[in-house]
């Protein structure tokens, strides 16, 4: 794929052309499949069992997400996901706030079908709620075996943890993973100026204060990641 390929609309979660299902109605990019395919099989002989939480996501999705988590409907964490009182906050704290579990709605890197959260559905029952904790995939987890065989294979099939760690910007997500060749170059072409052009023909919960704020915002929460290994 060329940058060429990677139109706005793409780019900012309004085009869901290049998507197709995977399970659980979930989507991913079509050009990522395959090495999920190849990598949930890999892992399969391990005995763990690689399974979606969440995939492909649109504007509109995050955008109601975001929405909820300003106005206090879905709970907002701290670093080390203790329940926040988000009413507490106000301006660019309360931004940032959000921001460390919940990405912009127009910059998420689910809007590329690059970026996915998974877990091991193998490790629990068919009715476990998967809450996407950091203690769910640390020792003592149930998916912390899944997060050692990621450490160790998920590069092999092109995919990274671009959160692997926290480094002042989004909180370390152990669950996950970009496949590199798309999602680096979606994230060389979305810019500054197309995620602000998209948020004026698209306001957002809190407008005003992220177009404000915006260029902090996208340095330290869009482009500071973990660099995928070379």
């Not at 689910?110 to 996407?132: K, P, R, T």
């Not at 640390?138 to 998916?143: H, L, M, N």
């Not at 997500?173 to 680096?184: N, V």
């Amino acid at each position: 794929m060329q940058l060429t390929e990677l139109s706005p609309a793409l780019l900012t979660g309004q085009d869901a052309g290049p998507m197709q299902l995977v399970e659980h109605n979930q989507q991913l990019h079509q050009a990522v499949i395959p090495a999920y395919r190849q990598m949930q099989q890999a892992a399969a002989q391990q005995g763990i069992a690689i399974r979606l939480v969440s995939g492909w996501r649109s504007f509109e999705r995050q955008a109601a997400i975001w929405q909820a988590k300003c106005e206090g409907r879905r709970p907002v964490f701290d670093r080390w996901q203790r329940p926040l009182k988000i009413e507490h906050y106000q301006g660019l704290a309360k931004l940032e706030a959000i921001m460390l579990y919940s990405a912009l709605p127009g910059a998420s890197r689910h809007h590329w079908g690059s970026d996915l959260d998974i877990y091991d559905a193998a490790a629990v029952s068919n009715d476990y709620q998967v809450q996407l904790q950091q203690s769910e995939y640390s020792a003592g987890g149930p998916f912390y075996r899944l997060s050692q065989w990621l450490t160790q294979h998920a590069a092999q099939y092109g995919f990274f943890l671009p959160y692997r760690e926290f480094q002042g910007g989004v909180a370390a997500e152990p669950w996950h993973l970009s496949y590199q060749p798309l999602a680096t170059r979606c994230q060389r072409a979305l810019t500054l100026e197309q995620l602000r052009l998209v948020l004026q023909q698209h306001p957002i919960a809190e407008q005003q204060t992220v177009l404000a704020h915006l260029p902090e915002l996208y340095r330290r929460f869009i482009c500071n990641i973990c660099e995928a290994p070379k």
